[in-house]
């Protein structure tokens, strides 16, 4: 039922030069679930990420969001119609202030987004640091900012790069929390994630791509024990 | 403008003089282009350097009488030595800042180097008048300085290419401006390659700069113009693209060639603008293809 | 809030001095004045781009040269009051920044820079070719000025107004976000900020009162030509007095075009034939020192508001 899926991706190629990062891969994603894309180095899952926001075009294929097509809009067009992501290498603006960061990015009115900011920043505990330069925070801490600063625009799919790479224990599980008290909200979340145990709590489904392929999608459970899942990650 | 007929050989004859002055535009533009792809430093005192060069070669023929094609023998390890202090002094600490810093610093040395020029020569225009006259090939005309220069051009871009393809160095030069950590990751000692890069950068502007003292004149200014003209053979050859340069360095020769046979020399100047803002903007990896 | 009180008094104190000192100076002190006035306005328009987005306006004295033409022109051919005409001089630098940011705005770090570098050239070449117009290589001559006093407040005002806006940015959200650009472009697009838009409102507003200023200029120097005009060597004084002021603050142009002006006025005259090499001496030394500039370090050290 292609009509009930959140973001429909359908037949995207992508190609650097002579290299096929992408290719022709399909996923479609329902609404309020958590999903996991894994994939040995490589294997393209930040290029399809890049794809879906718009800042790599992609060359063939289509990417719907709730029924509409945007592959071809520019990043900004693609986050104000829902879409929100972190990246796998931080970008948090370092010479803004925390809360500036949060700020920044809302086009609600000034006093309800600072509450909203303060709020967010209170979720992770990052309130005493609110005037802070972003770039002096740790790196655990601007992982957080960076997951934050998603919310501000509260969008309905959110695309997260690797959240729990660098973050400890402690933060991750409340991470984790936080990602599914989104789910819990009606959110759909896609995660891109190396660490197992994190895709295999968390995720409803995942998709898994080598070589920029689609080679499996199902139940974490099923997919662990996928063949061709097994001589992707261990080789062959 | 009066109704001139284009005959053929007009049109030969730009195309050909054209050709001749890219050879130089080609060597001029390959040194800043070398400094810019291992850097990303644009080198703004880059024209200086080449008043230097030029300044050495009149130096060296006004006192000694010596050859100005000679000179290149002194002329290019004296850059070489200009450039490399000029690195180890100041641009190795803006590498890695935002292209502000950069321009700044290379302009900030540019206008000492000239001003020094100034007081030490006087701004006074000078000229090496080594070779004169034409030879005539038919209908056509080439100028003796133009030529000679364009052949030297032309064997000096060959030495570059041989010492960046076959020579160990020459391959730690080009691995570092395709990919700088890997490099270093790979062991190559990247402080030195840039000092070596900035080193033949202006060598080879130092090398341009003598070959223009025979065709046009000499004084502290002179050097200003080339700065964006290399800049320009860079983006229609592809940064990062050394081969690329050379055949901007024609291009641009070309087009400045036949845009005089339209145009006033100041308008030739804003075509050459259209096209570098059209190239940026349509083939940002150059006409010929290099790495964004 | 009584550091607040205190500079705003202070702040006050030096207005109300400004404001009466064309009636107590000499005619020297007033004329100094407008080209501190000048370059305050310049570097803080320059600010305004390239301080906040991190784009690198790199021959941003086009549009002050625009700007002194038209007020020129505007005066010798349309007999236009100087004023009107120095003002009207926005419009065509608004008209040049638009035509040429839609663009050039697009390209990335030193190709933007090496773009406007043209854009600068490519102007100086056209009003030097279309002679009939504009005097060619000559220039405008325009009738002397009687009295200089009504510029020094018409410039101030301006070195004001810029300031003002800065203070007004920096407090808004447009300012956060044009920060945002210059601390990663491609976050902020990810977020939803149309950073296409904002910077051409940037570029816009800075290229506005550099036109107001060169048509001031233009009646001020009773002489424009395309060697004083279009100098790349104004656009690098303009750049280094905001970066040594401290870029990205709203007073830091003010400081750095007022310290530098008067370095100027005390040392480089004095030292006629190398003022070049000095000017030159101390580009490398702002950029390889201090970067930041003054009100960066203070800001960086004593953790002062972005409004300073």
């Known amino acids: 039922m292609p009509d009930a899926s959140i973001l429909d991706i359908r037949d995207v190629t992508k190609r650097f030069g002579g290299v096929t990062a992408v290719n022709r891969c399909s996923l479609a994603l329902t609404p309020g679930k958590i999903y996991g894309l894994i994939g040995p180095n490589g294997s393209g899952k930040t290029t399809l990420f890049n794809c879906v926001t718009g800042i790599e075009p992609r060359d063939e294929g289509e990417i719907r969001f709730k029924g509409e097509r945007i592959d071809g809009l520019k990043p900004h067009q693609v986050a104000r119609r829902g879409i929100g992501r972190t990246f796998q290498i931080i970008r948090v603006f370092p010479e803004l202030t925390a809360l500036e960061n949060l700020l920044v990015v809302t086009r609600e009115p000034f006093e309800t987004a600072r509450r909203k900011a303060q709020e967010l920043l209170k979720f992770v505990t990052l309130e005493r640091l609110q005037h802070e330069y972003a770039g002096n925070l740790s790196y655990g801490q601007q992982k957080l900012l960076e997951f934050i600063r998603v919310l501000m625009t509260d969008p309905e799919l959110i695309l997260l790069d690797e959240p729990a790479a660098g973050v400890n224990r402690t933060l991750l599980n409340e991470l984790l929390a936080a990602i599914a008290r989104l789910r819990d909200q009606g959110k759909t979340i896609l995660i891109v994630e190396h660490d197992m145990k994190v895709v295999m709590g968390l995720c409803e489904a995942v998709f898994v791509l080598d070589y920029g392929e689609k080679i499996a999608e199902g139940p974490p459970g099923v997919i662990q024990t996928d063949e061709r899942v097994i001589e992707a990650y261990f080789g062959r | ?292 | 809030m009584s550091p607040m009180v205190g500079a705003l008094s202070l702040l006050l104190v030096i207005l109300a001095g400004l404001a009466v000192l064309p009636f107590f100076g000499s005619g020297y002190v007033v004329s100094f004045s407008i080209q501190v006035f000048m370059w305050m306005a310049l570097a803080g328009s320059w600010n305004l781009i390239s301080g906040f987005t991190g784009y690198v306006s790199f021959g941003h004295v086009a549009f002050f040269g625009v700007g002194a033409y038209t007020g020129a022109l505007l005066i010798t051919k349309a007999g236009w009051h100087w004023l009107l005409a120095g003002l009207a001089g926005s419009l065509p630098a608004a008209a040049l920044a638009l035509v040429i940011g839609y663009p050039c705005l697009r390209l990335k770090g030193p190709y933007f820079a090496i773009a406007m570098l043209g854009l600068n050239e490519v102007v100086r070449a056209l009003v030097s070719y279309f002679e009939g117009f504009t005097g060619g290589g000559s220039g405008v001559s325009l009738p002397p000025i009687l009295s200089i006093v009504p510029v020094y407040y018409a410039m101030g005002a301006v070195a004001m107004a810029v300031t003002l806006l800065t203070y007004r940015i920096i407090t808004c959200q447009f300012g956060l976000r044009l920060l945002s650009i210059r601390e990663d472009e491609m976050a902020a697009e990810v977020m939803g900020i149309n950073t296409a838009r904002l910077k051409l409102y940037a570029f816009l507003l800075s290229a506005v009162f550099p036109g107001i200023v060169g048509g001031f200029y233009a009646w001020y120097a009773s002489h424009v030509e395309p060697l004083s005009v279009f100098p790349l060597l104004t656009t690098i004084t303009m750049i280094i007095m905001c970066l040594f002021g401290g870029k990205g603050t709203v007073f830091g142009p003010v400081l750095g075009a007022g310290l530098l002006s008067v370095f100027q006025e005390l040392v480089w005259a004095r030292f006629l034939f190398v003022h070049q090499a000095i000017f030159g001496a101390l580009i490398v030394g702002v950029v390889l020192l201090m970067p930041r500039g003054i009100l960066g370090v203070l800001q960086e050290r004593y953790r002062l508001p972005r409004t300073i």
């Open chain 2, 1 to 292: 403008m009066t109704s001139v007929q284009i005959t053929g050989t007009m049109l030969f004859q730009l195309v050909v003089s054209g050709l001749l002055a890219g050879g130089l535009y080609a060597l001029v533009a390959l040194g800043l282009s070398l400094i810019f792809g291992v850097m990303r430093v644009i080198n703004i005192a880059h024209g200086t350097l080449l008043m230097l060069g030029a300044y050495t070669t009149y130096w060296l023929f006004a006192l000694a009488g010596m050859n100005p094609f000679v000179s290149l023998v002194v002329s290019i390890p004296i850059l070489f030595v200009v450039g490399a202090i000029l690195q180890k002094l100041f641009v190795h600490r803006v590498v890695n800042a935002p292209e502000l810093s950069s321009l700044l610093l290379t302009f900030g040395i540019s206008i000492f180097i000239a001003n020094v020029a100034m007081l030490a020569w006087s701004a006074d225009y000078r000229s090496v008048e080594f070779l004169t006259g034409s030879f005539l090939l038919g209908p056509i005309a080439l100028s003796k300085p133009r030529l000679v220069s364009f052949c030297v051009a032309l064997a000096l871009t060959g030495l570059a290419f041989v010492f960046l393809h076959r020579t160990k160095t020459g391959k730690a030069i080009r691995a570092t401006s395709q990919h700088r950590d890997v490099a270093q990751v790979c062991g190559i000692n990247v402080r030195r390659i840039d000092l070596i890069t900035f080193g033949l950068g202006a060598a080879l502007a130092g090398a341009g700069g003598s070959l223009v003292s025979v065709m046009f004149a000499v004084y502290p200014e002179m050097g200003q113009v080339y700065v964006f003209k290399s800049f320009l053979v860079i983006v229609l050859g592809g940064a990062g693209n050394y081969p690329g340069a050379f055949f901007g360095g024609l291009l641009l020769g070309l087009v400045e060639g036949l845009a005089s046979l339209f145009l006033t020399a100041q308008l030739s100047e804003v075509i050459a603008y259209i096209l570098l803002v059209i190239v940026l903007l349509v083939r940002p990896t150059g006409l010929l293809g290099g790495r964004a």
